[in-house]
């Protein structure tokens, strides 16, 4: 089931949360009327919901789903039932969909910008899209070889992951994570985009080092691709890799620190405000900043050694993914409901949601980080009892926080039925193209290109 | 639908979903079949027949709302995209089964003969074993085989594909040119060169199974012989057809000298399985 809960997530909430994102966003943005290959689009749409059937199926099956944590390791993975070939192939559908919206993504950005948006006059949001989708063209093809070799290995009896045949099961981790870490980018560098539109827009000034940020996301990119091995220090890797993916991986901190300092540098002075995105958005900074730093613990391969596969890089990663990844398409759904809708959502509502949202997300988390360090292993359906206690209290947090997003799904559909309708321009700070459109957009928003200046 | 300003949306079509359902029968029938139910074949091929049928007809109508002048210059910029960050994804699929050959050549298999930090691993397990190209691993996975020579049909094979490379450029400068006959010669050429191409490759695992006992199960070697040197077949297998549709396109008058965006994007494709081949010369065949 943890198996399930990452890959439904990754594949299944955030990456096609993003993509929705990015097909509703980029056209307004860049005074497009639709996405520049909309056929390819549906395709990659309509890839989704068939290929999560196909792996949704496999909990039915009578040998289970698939139990080898979403990073399907072998050997452990070539030993699983029936489910293994289901999941694998669903897999190789869920990636074609994202290449398939990737390159869409790609010919939309460099190709059918209105004339005058040059490259560095882009929403920041668009710029983060791009580098995404470059992040996802190269990664997710990699990842279908490695599971490919996978398959083999079971049934066509290669070894390229078993030693007695001169393999190496370790080759699958490195192959795995070449993809692995520039995915985790792909789930994050678009909500960058969105917290870098929603900061400005609410501290009523211009987005503080505009060049920097756009140099900062694609320097976080390259980097994406020569730091994997953190993911497997203890793995017994010789001492000179272990310390040049140490480095590297501290080397991010660089550029993260760039954009968390031109958030900050963004609100300074400004005539803030705080409504809901705002705060979504605030909350992001702050928390993200945290999952940040248990990052940079992570990546000193001593202090790794401890911390390796206990609940410590559970807590690291649901801060960066919750608070970060999710909070930005909350955030993001909040800031352009009206644009998208035409109707206004309910201010309260929608702040007693954000601190619901953020106390239970942190009583959930915060506690991983204790019970980690005090060595609470990963993926181990039983621990000591000592750590009882704070994992009773994560899991007061985690029903608090699966309950609250029911309030989130009421003022979704309470919004459609408001009767005010939401002003063309409903936030006074807001920039961009998709403000100068009706609240909400016709069909096929611009039919004739804006001219930008 | 086209807007009067030159933006163009295509009309709506329901090959997406289509192809979308064919591609999950295939791949439902395909792992049955892996593991081991009878049906998975009957249910595999169903789907394969689908995604055939529903790519020729989403091909015809692209190709026929081409050929009625429905796509702008605009249209044209983003195919070409599109194609390029496809082939580029390609690369990168490739760049995977390259990595696993790098990683068995230059690391498992030296610390499985006891090279650097990992030597317990030989000396526990298998203290018997030495590293030496062409492997098989420590327990000669697959038993005692022959290595593929890099001359022979390997070399052959290298020829034909760089000059399939030549014909196809060569066809492209007689459409440029609106040579017809130059451009039908040199394509029709390039199509007979590369089913040439696949035609030995055949031959080659039929020897390599019969005569050198070389097999996908032949350890770290025949693993990643058999995967880059198939996955890099079934791609030429590919840009054949893809060339030949283009052959009769051609033979049918379509494309011009200013436009001929299909010709290209297949071209394209073809000189990435060139140079795919090119990689596997050296770093499988050969060194």
Same mark, same amino acid.
């Given at each position: 089931m943890t198996t399930m809960h990452a890959l439904v997530m990754i594949f299944g909430? *955030? &990456?096609?949360?993003? *993509?929705?994102?990015?097909?509703?966003?980029? /056209?307004? &943005?860049?005074?497009?009327?639709? &996405?520049?290959l909309p056929r390819l689009n549906n395709? $990659?749409?309509?890839?989704?919901?068939?290929?999560?059937? &196909?792996?949704?199926?496999?909990?039915?099956?009578? $040998?289970?789903? /698939?139990?080898?944590?979403?990073?399907?390791? /072998?050997?452990? $993975?070539?030993?699983?039932?029936? $489910?293994?070939?289901? *999941?694998?192939?669903?897999?190789?559908?869920l990636g074609l969909s994202s290449i398939l919206g990737a390159i869409n993504v790609i010919a939309t950005i460099l190709n059918m910008r209105a004339p005058g948006m040059t490259l560095m006059k882009m929403p920041i949001f668009v710029w983060t899209w791009l580098i995404t989708a470059f992040l996802l063209i190269a990664s997710m093809p990699v990842l279908a070889g490695a599971i490919t070799m996978l398959l083999t290995d079971r049934f066509f009896g290669t070894t390229f992951f078993t030693a007695s045949g001169g393999g190496d099961p370790v080759l699958f981790q490195h192959i795995f994570w070449f993809f692995g870490h520039p995915e985790v980018y792909i789930l994050i560098l678009p909500a960058f985009g969105i917290v870098s539109t929603i900061i400005p827009a609410f501290s009523r000034k211009k987005l503080f080092g505009y060049d920097s940020m756009v140099y900062a996301t694609a320097s976080i990119a390259l980097l994406s691709f020569i730091v994997w091995a953190h993911h497997m220090f203890t793995v017994g890797m010789p001492l000179a890799g272990e310390l040049f993916f140490m480095f590297t991986t501290m080397l991010i901190a660089v550029p993260t620190g760039v954009k968390v300092f031109n958030w900050v540098a963004t609100m300074w002075k400004g005539s803030m405000t705080f409504e809901t995105p705002m705060l979504f958005a605030l909350a992001f900074i702050v928390l993200f900043t945290v999952g940040g730093f248990s990052g940079l613990m992570l990546a000193m391969v001593p202090a790794d050694f401890q911390y390796h596969d206990t609940y410590f890089v559970v807590a690291h990663f649901h801060y960066v993914l919750v608070p970060g990844a999710v909070f930005a398409i909350i955030a993001a759904v909040y800031y352009w409901l009206p644009k998208w809708t035409g109707k206004m959502y309910n201010e309260g509502l929608g702040k007693l949601h954000f601190w619901l949202t953020t106390i239970f997300v942190n009583l959930t988390f915060f506690p991983m980080h204790f019970v980690g360090l005090a060595g609470m292993p990963r993926r181990i359906p039983d621990y000591a009892v000592q750590f009882a206690d704070f994992n009773a209290i994560a899991s007061v947090g985690a029903f608090g926080f699966g309950l609250s997003q029911l309030l989130f799904v009421y003022i979704l559909f309470n919004t459609l039925k408001q009767k005010v309708t939401a002003e063309d321009k409903c936030w006074d700070g807001a920039e961009g193209l998709e403000w100068t459109l009706s609240s909400p957009p016709p069909y096929h928003s611009f039919d004739k290109a804006p001219k930008i200046d | 639908m086209s807007s009067s300003n030159g933006y163009y949306v295509p009309h709506e079509t329901k090959w997406p979903f289509l192809n979308t359902v064919a591609l999950i029968v295939l791949f439902i029938g395909l792992a049955n079949y892996m593991n081991g139910y009878t049906s998975g074949m009957s249910i595999m091929f169903t789907g394969l027949a689908l995604v055939l049928i529903i790519t020729y007809g989403w091909f015809s109508e692209v190709v026929r709302e081409s050929e009625s002048g429905t796509y702008n210059a605009q249209v044209d910029i983003s195919f070409r995209w599109g194609m390029v960050w496809f082939i580029f994804s390609e690369v990168m699929f490739f760049a995977a089964f390259f990595g696993a050959l790098y990683y068995a050549r230059e690391l498992s298999l030296p610390w499985l003969g006891g090279a650097g930090s990992k030597v317990s691993t030989n000396i526990v397990l298998w203290p018997q074993f030495e590293n030496v190209w062409p492997s098989n691993g420590p327990t000669n996975a697959g038993g005692d085989f022959t290595l593929m020579k890099a001359s022979g049909i390997p070399a052959i094979n290298t020829l034909i594909l760089l000059t399939s490379g030549l014909t196809v450029t060569w066809a492209h400068h007689g459409l440029k040119e609106q040579n017809r006959n130059k451009l039908i010669y040199g394509l029709a050429l390039t199509v007979l060169l590369g089913f040439i191409f696949v035609g030995f490759q055949a031959y080659e695992y039929m020897h390599a199974y019969s005569d050198l006992n070389l097999k996908m199960t032949s350890g770290i070697y025949g693993s990643t012989f058999y995967m880059l040197t198939g996955f890099h077949g079934f791609h030429v297998t590919l840009g054949a057809i893809m060339l030949t549709v283009i052959l009769f396109r051609c033979t049918k008058g379509h494309f011009s000298g200013d436009n001929h965006f299909g010709f290209e994007a297949v071209a394209w494709y073809w000189h990435f399985v060139d140079v795919v081949w090119l990689g596997l010369f050296v770093f499988v065949y050969w060194l």
């Open positions: 909430a *955030v &990456m096609p949360a993003f *993509v929705g994102l990015a097909n509703w966003q980029l /056209p307004i &943005m860049i005074g497009a009327p639709d &996405m520049a395709w $990659s749409f309509w890839i989704l919901p068939f290929a999560f059937t &196909m792996m949704l199926s496999t909990l039915f099956m009578e $040998s289970g789903g /698939p139990a080898a944590g979403w990073t399907l390791y /072998p050997p452990l $993975s070539l030993q699983g039932g029936d $489910s293994m070939p289901f *999941v694998i192939l669903s897999i190789h559908l | -």
